[in-house]
């Protein structure tokens, strides 16, 4: 059963390299959702090895996360492209110290 | 025939999840998510998950994606693309790190000797999810109110302007 | 009934204080002068009822318990023997007249009433110090003449140089306070009591010390508190700038009371100083050495008041050094004297100021021996009495000075002498300057009645108080004892032969007399003899008139060092030592965190990239491969 | 009513916060009920301190003790009392903050929270006063910095930002070298016991081997820089200058006593054996600090700065007091801590009405206001005479108990000088130097006064002072003669507690003790304290 872990691995390297690479905020989030996903199937995983369904629940309360990290993430892309005009996160400076 | 499956499925995943990254244009990212989950999805029945895998597609599907295409919508991308990537050495470094870094804890772990695959049946998930999980239940939904407040109070027109 | 006369006799005074300051706005002046002469009069006639009670007996009485903590004692209580009862009557009698006076000259003033509440406290300052039964008490007295006289001398404040003058009188009475409490403590330490009964009693099988010991730095530290309250060299500075004041109050203050506090200290303590001959040598040697140099600056002084101070201080100089010479009946006796004729020659230098309206410089005075007779006729008596021509009060006084100090070498015979010759010639000057000669284009009038009267009264005084205390061959002449001296218990050690007193006596005496002359002779008439003499001695002149500079030259040593010294610390060490060290550290955190903040590049990418990396090592030490 | 009787000193502890909460309630609009209320809730407290001074005897034991277990785990608890150390800051807390509450002007900005700030401040200063846990003590010790800041930074002068920062961090890098000292001296204590306690009368001769100047410095360090000592008062002269002038009389009048009482009752009698190891260092540098705070103050310009840096000289004689270590040096610090409170107070306030009329605080600007102002004259002479410690002042009792303390210690045994007797060369040193700061004291105070109050006038119309500010005024002039005149006033119920303080600190200084030992307050044995108080 080990391939779902790897499969899960690459896929969150996947995102990580989304997060890292991309300049648009709103891919950015999906990378990030990506990476959830690919934890979701190592819950999923590792609950069918185990026997037990405690790594459903928990993917449960995972895409409940989700939800609510994508409603928020979104309202705060949509406000920040309302003041900045863009969405291009290089651009975004004014946290330099 | 259930390898042959999921080596497939597998591929369809990665391919999927690359295009997300890859592509140019948001839509097409916010798409080939929609695909992502999809397969994940499939993944998930291979693993007898039934029910998650319809919460998946139900809510991940159904419910996130629209929203990520709504926005996308909103914000008029198409007209003006960003460049799609820029090469960041470090990054692609870091992303091969945290890989190889995965694959090697995955490789010790030990393996179970007799992997029951245990069906995700629905009442029992409800009966833990009523029982032991009740509290971060109640969190959670707490959780998805306040997330919904705080979306709404965000992009509220302010009094003043 | 003798303790409450001790209360009535100590806190009348204060009382009039208390009443001048609460109510002193709302009362008339008529009866603000009153209260306040009646409230010292009161105290006089007390001290006069405690004096024929207690002529013959000593004893002390607590009024409360003031410090009571671990070892350390000292009661609120005063001591009744002949000495402070001679003393309380000195300065409650004198102090009656000059409140009397005050009431006329001070009549036109807006702060009458703050004046008398002044003098009032002042009085019962000094019977404080007079009467205390211990040296803190003393202290307490001798610190609150300071300050009274720190507020009567800058009376008018809104003159810069009169406040200045207070304040030089207060600090530079402080450096001989300070000396003075510091000679307490090692009283204290070295005897674990202040009182003056067992400090006398612990003395008592002493021998005198002969190297400079311990006791001899006792009596060093109180001689300089005395030199600061009695103006001695080198802390006399004071005195003459002293004279800003109201007239009256330099008459209070600086001629009658206050400034023989020292000498009253000595003698208080005089089992201390006979213990101790080498300080009794400096004691000496600064009297004469005051006693002479102020003698020198009055002779050029132009302002009457301040020839009138620097004789002051030359006086106290004698008084000094009589205590120096063990004579301390002597030293009270001059002391008595004195204080009735400079206080008569400061009233009527008073009376004289307020007839020319203020004007104090003696060179546009002249002939107001004709406009105000009084004044004159007092002067004369008091001038006489203070160049001590026979038979006036300075007269018994000075020679009983003079003869011991020709017992004890006959070269400080011969100082003193000729100190006292040019007390004779400072003081006719001042006379003849004033009084004789031409009068001016002014219209000066004899004094109120409530002026003269005390000057009359003072004159009076002047010329009796000497037969108190003849001295031995007059009283073997007339079969008179020495009341004086044998009312304060000391007797007379003096052992001269008659013929050589007779001999000291006469010469001196001729001299002075001759020098009044001279010096009637000189400024009464022709002023351009008194210019010829002038520029002959041009150098010494100017010295001399110029007070020989020793104020400026205290100023740029102390006060000009201390202060630029207060600059350096200040603005070298505080503010760029002290605080440039503190903000250093404030600023090394601020440059340290501008450093870092750096990192802070304020890409999300670059905080993202950093929580990946955090995460990689955070999982490298959960998992510990 | 056996309520209010039990729990008396806490009521009184927390009266004003609780009028200070009050008055949330009471719209900002209201400035006269505002200040109506706030002013009769302080002055209900000063009612109950002098219940609490009449009925406390005046033996060594800590009285009106309040007990109760608050974190058991390790062992602290709510414990309050009052002793002789402490008695008379408290009602001194108490007595100024009417004053200071009174002169609070309705029209001043932001009145509401002035007023709530005061009223808390004034129950973290009785709680500090009366606190005989260490972690109670701690925090109400770090309360007091909170109003104060807000009070210096909101209400203060132009450089207010600095100065607050300044005042802060200096406060607080002490208090958190204390809070290290303070949990280290508990976990050793813990260690050697097996309890965990951090009542202070437990701690008491704690056997602390050599940590002992570690932890000593630790809680010496907060104390001394709240005092000021020098070299750390760098601090209170900027506070001073930007903080308003109820700030400065609060600051100078009760928080710099909190460093003295600090030490009275916790550096010293904790770790003793220390303190009697730096004595020598705490004294010069307490000597230093009086010259050098008395020179200061004689460069000033500013009237606020003067008499700030002259806190300086005159704190140094109570450190010096304090270290000499013996019964009458101790009681001079005590006294002149008070002293100081009253007199130093007073001149604030006064700065403060001159500043309302003139609008200046700059020496050289102002001129001849004893002309215009007789009251204003007569209320600030007798406050420069009782800092320049005039007899019959409370200063001069203050300053004169501490020279003789000095004095007294080191006696005259010593090296033979001169003749045939003894001396001791360290008191001509410690006489010279104080009696030096006496001197300069009168220097820079007349100084000053001249310029301000003597020579023409400079101002036109000015108003001499209102019946408010005279009734500000007149309680602390009257306890300043108080003082002076009687100083058994005071004395007399801190002689017993100072006497066990000096002996304990003695004792374990000189022994390494057994434990328990009776330490000072409810353990000792009311016997054996009556007999050796006159030996």
């Known amino acids: 059963m080990n391939e779902y872990f790897i499969l899960a691995s690459i896929l969150f390297a996947l995102g990580v390299t989304g997060v890292l690479m991309r300049r648009n905020l709103l891919v950015i989030l999906m990378s990030v959702e990506i990476m959830l996903a690919s934890s979701n199937l190592a819950l999923i995983a590792a609950s069918s090895h185990v026997g037990n369904l405690h790594g459903h629940i928990f993917v449960l309360f995972n895409i409940a996360v989700a939800a609510a990290e994508a409603a928020v993430g979104l309202a705060l892309i949509v406000i920040i492209y309302k003041n900045k005009k863009t969405e291009n996160v290089d651009q975004f400076t004014s946290l330099h110290g | 025939m259930e390898h042959i499956l999921f080596y497939v499925i597998s591929g369809l995943a990665i391919i999927s999840a690359l295009s997300v990254i890859l592509n140019k244009n948001p839509v097409y990212s916010a798409l080939s998510l929609v695909g992502f989950l999809f397969v994940q999805a499939i993944l998930f029945v291979l693993l007898k998950a039934y029910f998650i895998a319809i919460v998946q597609v139900l809510v991940y599907t159904g419910a996130i994606m629209v929203l990520f295409v709504y926005v996308v919508m909103v914000m008029k991308l198409n007209e003006e693309l960003l460049p799609r990537i820029r090469l960041r050495p470090f990054s692609l470094f870091l992303a091969g790190l945290f890989a190889s870094y995965l694959f090697y804890i995955f490789s010790k772990t030990p ?20 029982s032991k999980y009740v509290l971060p239940f109640e969190v959670i939904s707490l959780l998805l109110l306040v997330a919904m407040v705080g979306a709404v109070v965000l992009n509220r027109k302010s009094k003043h302007e | ?191 674990g009591t202040l009182e003056f009964e067992s400090l006398y009693t612990s003395t008592l099988n002493r021998s005198p010390e002969m190297g400079f010991g311990l006791l001899s730095c006792i009596t060093l530290f109180l001689f300089i508190g005395a030199t600061g309250k009695s103006a001695q060299i080198p802390l006399y500075v004071w005195l003459p700038d002293a004279m800003a004041g109201p007239t009256p109050v330099s008459a209070l203050i600086h001629a009658a009371t206050m400034v023989t506090a020292g000498v009253y200290m000595i003698c208080r303590l005089s089992f201390f100083y006979d213990l101790t001959p080498i300080v009794q040598n400096i ?290 060490i505080d503010i760029f030592v002290i605080d440039g060290i503190v903000n250093g550290v404030g600023s090394l955190g601020r440059n340290l965190s501008i450093l870092l903040s750096l990192i802070q590049t304020g890409r999300v990418i670059n905080y993202a990239f950093m929580m990946f990396l955090g995460m990689i090592l955070i999982l490298l030490y959960l998992v510990k491969l | 009513m056996d309520l209010l009787l039990k729990h008396f000193l806490s009521i009184t502890i927390f009266l004003p916060a609780l009028f200070g909460l009050f008055l949330f309630f009471i719209p900002q609009s209201k400035t006269r009920f505002l200040k109506f209320v706030s002013l009769n809730g302080s002055i209900l407290t000063f009612l109950m301190t002098l219940g609490i001074l009449c009925y406390f005897t005046g033996t060594a034991e800590v009285q009106f003790v309040e007990k109760y277990s608050w974190i058991p785990l390790f062992g602290v608890s709510y414990f309050i009392g009052i002793d002789g150390l402490s008695l008379y800051l408290f009602i001194l807390t108490s007595f100024l903050t009417p004053l200071v509450l009174l002169y609070v002007s309705p029209e001043e900005k932001k009145l509401k929270p002035f007023l709530i700030l005061i009223l808390f401040l004034e129950t973290a200063m009785l709680g500090t006063f009366a606190a005989l846990d260490l972690i109670l003590f701690y925090i109400f010790w770090e309360a007091m910095l909170i109003p104060m800041y807000f009070m210096i930074g909101v209400w203060g002068g132009e450089e207010r930002l600095y100065a607050t920062i300044k005042f802060l961090l200096y406060t607080i890098l002490g208090s958190f070298l204390m809070l290290v000292a303070l949990i280290a001296l508990v976990m050793i204590h813990h260690s050697t016991t097996g309890v965990f306690t951090t009542n202070l009368l437990k701690l008491y001769g704690t056997p602390l081997g050599s940590l002992e100047m570690w932890l000593f410095l630790g809680f010496a360090l907060a104390f001394l820089i709240k005092v000021p000592l020098f070299p750390f008062h760098t601090w209170l002269p900027d506070a001073h200058v930007q903080a308003p002038t109820e700030g400065s009389v609060i600051l100078a009048g009760i928080l710099l006593k909190m460093g003295m009482y600090g030490l009275f009752r916790f550096a010293l009698p904790l770790f003793p054996q220390a303190s009697m190891a730096v004595t020598p260092y705490v004294v010069t540098l307490a000597l230093i600090g009086i010259i050098y705070g008395a020179f200061l103050a004689w460069a000033q310009k500013d009237l606020k700065k003067l008499v700030a840096y002259s806190s300086v000289s005159h704190l140094g004689y109570a450190v010096l007091g304090l270290f000499v270590l013996n019964h009458t040096g101790v009681t001079g610090s005590l006294v002149q801590n008070i002293s100081h409170g009253l007199a130093t107070g007073a001149l604030f306030f006064i700065v403060g009405m001159i500043y309302k009329r003139t609008h200046t605080k700059k020496i050289e600007e102002l001129g001849g206001l004893a002309s215009s102002c007789p009251k204003l004259f007569f209320f600030f002479l007798i406050a420069t005479l009782a800092s320049i ?52 004291g009168a220097i820079y105070m007349l100084n000053m006064f001249q310029k301000v109050m003597f020579g023409k006038p400079k101002f036109e119309d000015l108003k001499d002072l209102e019946w408010k500010e005279v009734l500000v005024l007149t309680p602390l002039i009257i306890m300043i003669f108080s003082i002076g005149v009687y100083p058994k006033l005071l004395t007399n119920k801190m002689e017993n507690s100072i006497d066990h303080l000096v002996k304990n600190v003695y004792k374990y200084s000189l022994t390494t003790l057994s434990f328990p030992p009776e330490a000072l307050g409810t353990s000792g044995n009311p016997e054996s304290e009556a007999t050796s108080k006159k030996d």
Not at chain 3, 84 to 113: A, C, N, R
Not at chain 3, 116 to 130: P, Q
Request: net charge neutral; with cysteine; aromatic share 16%.
């Open chain 2, 111 to 130: 393996t179970f000797s007799h992997p029951v695959l245990k069906t995700g049946d629905i009442s029992e998930i409800g009966e833990l999810l009523f």
């Open chain 3, 1 to 191: 009934m003798s303790s409450y006369l001790i209360y009535v006799a100590l806190l009348s005074p204060f009382l009039g204080f208390l009443i001048q300051i609460f109510l002193g706005g709302k009362l008339s002046k008529t009866i603000s002068g009153t209260i306040s002469s009646l409230a010292v009069f009161v105290s006089f006639l007390a001290s006069l009822f405690l004096f024929f009670e207690f002529h013959n007996v000593s004893f002390s009485h607590t009024l409360f318990s003031w410090f009571d903590i671990g070892d350390f004692k000292a009661d609120f209580s005063v001591k009744i023997d002949q000495l402070s009862l001679l003393m309380m009557l000195v300065v409650t009698g004198i102090s009656t007249l000059i409140h009397i006076y005050s009431t006329g000259y001070m009549h036109e003033d807006p702060l009458f009433s703050r004046y008398f509440g002044y003098l009032n406290l002042f009085v019962f300052m000094m019977l404080t110090l007079i009467m205390a039964d211990n040296l803190l008490l003393m202290f307490v007295g001798w610190e609150g003449v300071g300050l009274c006289s720190y507020l009567l001398i800058g009376f008018w404040f809104e003159d810069d140089f009169k406040a200045f003058c207070g304040k030089k009188a207060f600090i530079v009475n402080r450096i001989g306070d300070a000396a003075f409490i510091l000679g307490i403590f090692l009283i204290f330490s070295l005897f």
């Open chain 3, 283 to 572: 004691i000496i040697v600064i009297g004469m050495a005051t006693a002479i140099l102020s003698g020198l600056i009055a002779l050029t002084q132009k302002d009457i008041k301040k020839v009138l101070a620097y004789s002051t201080v030359s006086q106290l100089g004698y008084m000094f050094v009589a205590a120096g010479l063990a004579a301390y009946g002597a030293a009270m006796f001059h002391l008595t004297t004195h204080a009735f004729f400079k206080a008569l020659l400061f009233l009527c230098s008073g009376s004289v100021i307020h007839a020319m309206n203020g004007e104090q410089d003696m060179f546009k005075m002249g002939g107001l021996k004709n406009v105000m007779p009084i004044t004159y006729l007092s002067f004369l008596v008091g001038a006489l009495a203070l160049s001590g021509i026979p038979p006036l009060a300075g007269f018994f006084s000075k020679d009983t000075i003079l003869a011991f100090a020709f017992a004890k070498s006959p070269l400080l015979w011969g100082l003193t002498a000729f100190t006292a010759l040019l007390t004779s010639f400072y003081i006719f000057r001042a006379l003849s300057l004033t009084f004789h000669g031409k009068l001016g284009n002014i219209h000066a009038h004899e004094s109120p009645s409530s002026m003269t009267v005390p000057l009359v009264l003072l004159s009076c005084g002047t010329l009796l108080v000497g037969f108190l205390g003849l001295p031995p061959m007059f009283s073997h002449l007339f079969h008179v004892e020495n009341l004086f001296e044998k009312f304060l218990g000391w007797e007379s050690s003096l052992h001269l032969s008659g013929q050589t007193e007779w001999f000291l006596m006469g010469a001196c005496s001729a001299l002075v007399i001759l020098t009044a002359y001279t010096a009637t002779k000189l400024f009464s008439g022709d002023k351009a003899k008194v210019t010829a003499l002038k520029n002959k001695f041009s150098k010494l002149h100017t010295l001399s008139e110029n007070k020989f500079y020793v104020d400026e030259f205290y100023d740029l040593v102390f006060v000009k060092t201390a202060h630029k010294k207060a600059q350096f610390f200040w603005e070298k």
């Open chain 4, 389 to 440: 410690g005039l007899p019959l002042t409370s200063g001069f009792v203050g300053e004169i108990l501490c020279l003789f303390g000095a004095f007294q210690e080191y006696g005259v045994q010593g090296f033979a000088w001169g003749g045939e007797t003894l001396i001791n060369i360290r008191n001509i040193i410690f006489g010279t130097v104080g009696i030096l700061g006496v001197l300069m």
